[in-house]
């Protein structure tokens, strides 16, 4: 049986190159790839209780059970530095042997694309394994007299509070969506993760937040129910053609550019939105990916993109995929690497004018 333990030490990432790798000798078939008795490290850079945490805690036993050799997995979170901490850690140490893997949100994508210089990392190098589209929701607290989203015209001169793991991290979402709305929201930077986010409005120390739509299943949901947070609306999906519409796992809740359309009278349209929809694309629709080390063999991605394959035929993943990650379908194979690219590339003009606008507006410079 598959086992799944949680550490915050980094143990794996010092092994050696295991026999295969060795100078000199070919790697193995397909077929003869194995992990028997081994343990594979799986990075999470953010800590745990937040969106990226919950879908590696759901992935991981799963995938063990499937990769050749039924390994055990060992989640390890790895907070700083708005996700590129961990991520710096897995291209600089970890090794092509199959034995490290690591999970990417938007909040490891955004510094990549805004070419922050605490990236010492590169997506190109990489193997994808597995792409996990996501949404996400927004939600005030009852205080602030909003009751439901249709009263969020309320919110309007209200001083809201935000708790951000900062403005390069996938926090520049909902920096870029409040500020379309016309809110006036203080964004507090330095947080670890979207649950400790999520604390923060818990203790009432902040009045706005939003939560991946995993994490805002398990936890959020249950403070709706309670009565001790409203959901506005949530930042939608794309359809075939690339058009944002309503997310499928909130059906009743109106997607990003309804709410701006509640807010203002107009149809969302214009450089700023053309701004906010590109990194809402990169850090929703192509969110969460794992991904090997560069120089992993094909066959050691083969086997790991079979085993998501067949994880997702087992019947403990159909039974609970939909209650932990919502109604989104992770992909593998050709799909992941199209979600991969379009994910990873922004327009330079585009870049610029959110850049120029973080250090105008927020006196924010990358690397901060």
């Known amino acids: 049986m598959t086992k799944l333990f949680s550490t915050t030490r980094r143990g794996a990432l010092g092994l050696a190159l295991g026999a295969a790798a060795t100078l000199g000798l070919s790697m193995p078939a397909a077929a003869e790839v194995s992990f028997e008795g081994k343990t594979i490290e799986f990075i999470i850079p953010f800590s745990a209780g937040g969106g990226s945490d919950t879908w590696a805690r759901f992935n991981a036993p799963l995938l063990g059970k499937y990769l050749p050799g039924n390994p055990t997995i060992v989640v390890v979170n790895e907070p700083g530095g708005g996700s590129t901490k961990g991520a710096n850690l897995f291209a600089a140490r970890a ?14 994508q955004f510094p990549y694309l805004l070419g922050d210089p605490r990236v010492r990392y590169e997506y190109a190098d990489w193997e994808i394994v597995m792409a996990a589209p996501t949404g996400g929701v927004a939600y005030v607290s009852p205080s602030t007299g909003v009751s439901s989203f249709e009263e969020i015209g309320k919110l309007k001169g209200q001083k809201l509070i935000y708790a951000s793991q900062g403005a390069t991290s996938l926090d520049l979402v909902p920096l870029l969506g409040f500020k379309q709305l016309g809110l006036d929201v203080q964004h507090v930077f330095g947080f ?14 902040t009045n706005i937040d ?6 805002y ?3 959020v949901q249950p403070l709706v ?13 794309l359809d075939e053609d690339g058009n944002p ?5 909130f059906p009743d809740l109106p997607d ?10 107009n149809a969302p349209e214009g450089p700023e939105f053309d701004a906010y929809f590109a990194f809402f694309t990169a850090g929703f629709p192509a969110q969460k990916m794992m991904f090997l080390p560069k120089g992993t063999s094909q066959e050691v991605v083969d086997a790991y993109q079979a085993a998501v394959t ?19 379908e992770q992909v593998t194979g050709k799909a992941a690497d199209t979600l991969y690219k379009r994910g990873t590339v922004i327009s330079p003009e585009l870049r610029k004018q959110v850049v120029d606008m973080l250090a105008a507006e927020y006196n924010v410079k990358l690397g901060d």
């Open 95 to 108: 090794k092509p042997d199959g034995l490290t893997v690591l999970g990417t949100s938007g909040s490891t």
């Open 192 to 205: 670890k993760g979207r649950g400790d986010g999520r604390l923060a409005f818990e203790r009432g120390e």
């Open 210 to 215: 939003y939560q991946t739509s995993s994490a």
């Open 217 to 219: 299943i398990k936890n």
């Open 225 to 237: 129910e309670a009565g001790t947070a409203v959901p506005l609306f949530s930042w939608g999906a």
């Open 245 to 249: 519409v309503r997310d499928p796992t």
């Open 256 to 265: 990003f550019s309804e709410a701006y359309e509640l807010m203002t009278g």
């Open 310 to 328: 067949a994880m997702k035929g087992d019947p403990d993943y159909i039974a609970k995929k939909e209650a932990i990650l919502g109604t989104y």
